[in-house]
């Protein structure tokens, strides 16, 4: 059983930057995609960014230019750099992680990020 568990949360002013974490109990190597979602309250779950085994990346349009998603498979551990932030991305971040198509998603236990005046 893999766990993943995130960091570097916490209230920021909007244009302030984040880096959110997420640490894996084991290698991240096996995993053929991660990525970063969020919940806003009220909301329901979106993806954020994604990035294959490979290195290939993707995000929703609303923080193209200024999120990047990346991970270190040396350290077990992927990254969400936020730039530029505003208060429309305060939400609860998860990271996310699957083995495969088939296999069901491993889930962090979330992180508040908080954009706020």
């Known amino acids: 059983q893999v766990q993943l568990v995130e960091s570097g949360g916490g209230l920021v002013q909007p244009g302030g930057s984040l880096r959110l974490s997420c640490a894996a109990s084991g290698s991240i190597s096996k995993f053929y995609v991660m990525g970063w979602y969020r919940q806003a309250p009220g909301k329901q779950r979106e993806v954020v960014a994604v990035i294959s085994s490979g290195g290939r990346t993707n995000y929703v349009d609303s923080v193209k230019g200024r999120f990047t998603i990346s991970r270190d498979n040396a350290l077990n551990t992927m990254y969400l750099q936020m730039n530029s932030l505003k208060p429309e991305d305060t939400a609860v971040y998860y990271c996310?992680?699957?083995?495969?198509?088939?296999?069901?998603?491993?889930w962090g236990q979330g992180t508040q990020v908080t954009v706020s005046s």
């Open positions: 996310n992680a699957a083995i495969n198509v088939k296999a069901d998603p491993y």
